[in-house]
């Protein structure tokens, strides 16, 4: 804690900056923005998943009411790429398309429906390719190459140990397959972006969790240099990764046609155009093999994972680099082998979601465990107590785990919460008893790295500035963005709780490319640390100049003065915080800072994937409770525990929302949220078809927060975002599978797969 300062908002439940806006409708959103002479923007996109383009014929298009423009790859007056971590994705096509939704022209009209309705009427005339729709096949010899240089987008590694070999020596070995489908993000306010000219430049206005990656895709596309480009954040309507890459191509459509007409320019997607052309949770296909000694112990992991790009690589590889560092979970494993293969298909686009890789690994090493325990006649929850990481353990990448890292406390207090072993029996023995309902109880654990990985580590740092006006008011401009977790309420507590502002008089600005430093995007849980601690070394320069003003006035030395609820005391009297700012403007003194927060380096090897992955982690548990309906195959969850190890609590009311909310989409994706694709086509893009939880959905969840203070995190804090959903598919998976007596092989556990469960069941019992 920062030194002469008493707790005074950090740790507690305030009222979040942004709720009243939100609750009263007033907030603008980016569709609710408008400006005179503004037109609309339609995307021609390719209704096949591999083609060449042989001829449009834009005469239907151009002719249509209310067109203003047609544009081409032609039109780019910069560089015709897209592409966010590899140069792969042209930003228009040129002449072949590689999946259902790549982007082949942009129509301007004067309203939304002229747009979407000339854009419907371009003439495309393909030669069609055969396509690839299985990552595991991407890599056949008999596979159309999809680019030029083959189907293989990474190939990353770990070799820990012994690696592979040692699982040889060991007394008992479980092997699985397991394969997890796709999660539409399923924000409430679809991709968005308004683009307008400004001076000789552009301000550009949307939905995103990372705008200084859109900066850097709209100069590289309109060949504009960064200070000619100003990227602003609007309240935004949900994210959960699916606005971290996609907005780039959204912001840059919108720029270009703003660039042309000189007029401001706004491109909304509608909810089909949003489920079959933006961002997805990587389908992918993993081969576990776990070894373990006779009392359990843990001795060797050899796994072998297959990630699907869809026809560009995206984030896919970054994606990838998690999965493959994560996927021994939260377990000590002295020896593993580890092949993680990215691949191209023609399938739909993935990228970055909520948990970025670790939810797919954890639903097979949390499956192998019970699976391990099952071999060995053990407690899988004794199982995964005795190998469990704590601090000084080495990862599967070799990195001895930093403190905080309290698994073995998440573990027990999970247990405790849930009264885990008593629901288990109660379920069991309500089975014995029940001939159409059936009732189980699933645990899974994770860890999480975070912050960005060390293959990421060069966009790691993150900016703040703090400005004090003279009326007492504070004002905050933070890196990273408001996506509805809570960043800038996280940046107004410790700004108040720094300066002894009272809380009420700090307000956070949007997130804005123009105020702060490159602070890379809101991803990987980092926010709370990385802006939370250049909020802090913004707001401790002028704690420091306060108390000097301060201990003036009071005639005490600064050392002598405590700052409490708004006033800054010595034994010479009280002084208001408003008024101290009032005498320190009156005196010329400096009322703005900035700050900048940047971890230590990790030193990482991509050869052997051994180093230190992440600056520290974050462990998780959850229990379901769930009931199936054996005569519709239909699963509902009872009741969600949920045991979290964030370090420190910033506000214990939001962590607790954060918590539910992840519950609620994890419980989603085990059990209804199944996208399906037929050669790259979403068949069913919209909420009537694609069953995301509902309101009567959403069961009784309790939660309990482990505080272990993370000695580099703002007053402890480590962040939680993610790591809310990461194990809960598994434990509803593995609570399903207990009460059906089979185990799941693949997510989501539709009612069609318990259906089969029981049939098969039944037969094999002669039922």
């Not at 703003?258 to 993993?286: C, N």
């Not at 790009?309 to 999965?323: C, D, H």
């Not at 023609?346 to 499956?367: C, H, K, M, S």
Request: hydrophobic share 40%.
């Amino acid at each position: 804690m920062t030194e002469g300062i008493r707790p005074n908002v950090v740790g507690r439940s305030v009222e979040r900056v942004d709720v009243r806006m939100k609750v009263a409708g007033t907030a603008r959103y980016v569709d609710d923005l408008t400006l005179p002479g503004m037109v609309h923007v339609a995307v021609v996109t390719s209704d096949r998943p591999h083609a060449e383009l042989r001829a449009v014929n834009w005469d239907g298009v151009k002719n249509a009411e209310g067109v203003l423009a047609v544009f081409t790859h032609q039109d780019i007056p910069g560089v015709n790429q897209i592409g966010c971590v590899l140069e792969d994705q042209p930003f228009l096509a040129i002449d072949k398309v590689r999946f259902v939704g790549d982007r082949i022209a942009l129509v301007a009209a004067n309203t939304a429906q002229q747009a979407r309705h000339a854009a419907s009427l371009a003439e495309i005339d393909y030669v069609e390719l055969p396509g690839v729709f299985e990552a595991t096949q991407s890599m056949n010899e008999s596979s159309p190459s999809i680019h030029s240089g083959g189907n293989l987008v990474s190939h990353l590694k770990v070799r820990h140990g012994g690696g592979k070999g040692a699982i040889e020596n060991s007394a008992v070995v479980v092997e699985g397959r397991f394969r997890v489908n796709y999660q539409e993000h399923a924000y409430l306010e679809p991709q968005g972006v308004m683009a307008a000219p400004s001076g000789d430049g552009l301000h550009i206005q949307g939905s995103m969790q990372a705008p200084f990656y859109v900066l850097s895709s709209v100069s590289r596309v309109l060949g504009m240099p960064h200070h000619r480009i100003r990227v602003e954040q609007t309240v935004t309507g949900g994210a959960f990764g699916g606005k971290e890459d996609y907005p780039s191509e959204v912001a840059a459509c919108a720029a270009l046609v703003a660039w042309h007409l000189g007029r401001p320019a706004k491109l909304v997607y509608t909810r089909p155009e949003d489920m079959q052309i933006s961002t997805k949770r990587h389908r992918m296909s993993m081969r576990y093999r776990v070894g373990a000694s006779s009392d359990g112990a843990l001795n060797a992991l050899d796994v072998t994972l297959h990630v699907d790009a869809g026809g560009y690589a995206g984030l896919s590889t970054v994606v990838a680099e998690r999965a493959n560092t994560t996927a021994g979970g939260p377990y000590r494993f002295p020896n593993a082998h580890v092949d993680t293969w990215v691949v191209y298909t023609n399938n739909l686009f993935g990228g970055a979601y909520r948990g970025f890789g670790n939810p797919q690994v954890t639903f097979a090493i949390e499956t192998m465990m019970d699976r391990l325990a099952e071999a060995l006649k053990m407690d899988p929850v004794e199982l995964r107590r005795k190998n469990l990481l704590t601090v000084g353990d080495l990862s599967i990448t070799g990195q001895p785990i930093p403190p905080s890292a309290p698994s073995k406390e998440i573990l027990d207090r999970l247990l405790e919460l849930s009264g885990y072993r008593t629901i288990r029996q109660e379920a069991e023995e309500f089975n014995r008893g029940s001939r159409w309902k059936r009732r189980g109880v699933g645990l899974a654990l994770s860890m999480y790295g975070c912050c960005l990985h060390a293959g990421g580590q060069r966009y790691e740092g993150s900016g703040a500035l703090v400005q004090v006006r003279g009326d007492g008011t504070v004002e905050v401009s933070i890196g990273g963005t408001e996506l509805g977790q809570g960043a800038f309420t996280m940046a107004a507590q410790i700004a108040s709780e720094v300066l002894g502002a009272p809380y009420k008089s700090v307000r956070v600005l949007p997130t804005d490319t123009s105020r702060v430093q490159d602070s890379g995007p809101t991803v990987a849980s980092r926010t709370t640390v990385m802006s939370g601690n250049a909020v802090r070394a913004a707001a401790t320069r002028l704690r420091i100049r306060f108390l000097a003003v301060a201990a003036d006035i009071l005639g005490t030395s600064a050392n002598e003065i405590q700052i409490a609820e708004g006033v800054y005391r010595s034994e010479g009297g009280d002084l208001p915080f408003e008024e101290l700012c009032a005498e320190a403007s009156h005196r010329n003194v400096d009322l703005g800072a900035s700050g900048w927060y940047a971890p230590p380096p990790k030193p990482f090897d991509k050869e052997t994937g051994q180093g230190t992955a992440y600056s520290v982690y974050a462990f998780t548990g959850h229990v379901a409770e769930v009931e199936v309906d054996a005569m519709s195959g239909l699963t509902k969850v009872r009741r969600l525990f949920a045991a979290h190890d964030v370090g420190k609590a910033i506000n214990p009311a939001m962590l607790e929302a954060q918590a539910q909310g992840g519950m609620v989409q994890g419980m989603g994706w085990a059990l209804t949220e199944d996208l399906k694709v037929h050669e790259g086509r979403c068949l069913n893009p919209g909420f009537s078809d694609y069953l995301i939880p509902g309101a009567l959905d959403t069961p009784l969840m309790e939660v309990v927060f482990v505080e272990d203070p993370y000695p580099d995190g703002p007053y402890g804090a480590k962040g939680v975002g993610e790591p809310t959903l990461i194990s809960v598919p598994t434990a509803v998976a593995l609570a399903v599978g207990h009460a059906c007596e089979r185990q799941a092989e693949a997510l989501p556990v539709t009612a069609e797969t318990v259906l089969r469960w029981l049939y098969d069941r039944k037969e094999d019992s002669g039922q």
